[in-house]
C-alpha cells in the first residue's frame, strides 16, 4: 500500500513540477464578466527589439480564473505586421507564449494580464535579445 501511495504522490508533483515550467508565472486579473459570447475584439501587437514586429509567433491566451495548463481562452499566431487577434467576452485575461517553440533569440517576457472592458482593446508586447 505504501508503494501506491509513493507512485501516485510522484505522478501528482511531477505534474505540478511539469505544468509550472511548461505554464510559467502569470499573475490573475480580475475582471467581471458581461457576457459568455465573444463580444470584444483584442489585438496583442508583439515587437522585437528594434521595433519590428514579429511575425509567426504564437500567442496563447487563460482566462484570469484558469491559468494552469493549456491556454484556455484561445490560441492565436501573429501575422506579418506582428499582430495576433482574439475574440472573447470582456472579463480578465492573461497573456502568455509558449515556451516550446518560443525563438531562442529573444527573452521570454513575464505573461501580461489584460483587463478586457471595451469592445477593442490593443497591448503592445516589446521582446528583448538573450543577454549571453
Same mark, same amino acid.
Given at each position: 500500500m505504501k508503494k501506491n501511495n509513493f507512485v501516485v504522490l510522484t505522478l501528482v508533483l511531477a505534474s505540478f513540477i511539469f505544468g509550472y515550467f511548461l !505554464? !510559467?508565472?502569470k499573475i490573475p486579473v480580475s475582471l467581471e464578466t458581461d457576457s459568455s459570447?465573444?463580444? $470584444?475584439? #483584442?489585438h496583442v501587437l508583439v515587437l522585437g527589439p528594434e521595433s519590428e514586429p514579429?511575425? $509567426?509567433l504564437e500567442v496563447d491566451l487563460w482566462k484570469d480564473s484558469e491559468i494552469s495548463g493549456p491556454p484556455t481562452a484561445g490560441v492565436s499566431y501573429t501575422n506579418l505586421s506582428g499582430i495576433a487577434v482574439f475574440s472573447?467576452?470582456?472579463r480578465g485575461y492573461v497573456i502568455g507564449f509558449?515556451? #516550446?517553440n518560443f525563438p531562442e533569440t529573444f527573452e521570454v517576457p513575464m505573461e501580461t494580464p489584460v483587463s478586457i472592458s471595451e469592445d477593442f482593446n490593443n497591448i503592445t508586447i516589446n521582446l528583448h535579445n538573450k543577454i549571453e
Open positions: !505554464g !510559467g508565472f459570447a465573444p463580444n $470584444s475584439t #483584442l514579429v511575425d $509567426s472573447m467576452p470582456k509558449n515556451l #516550446l
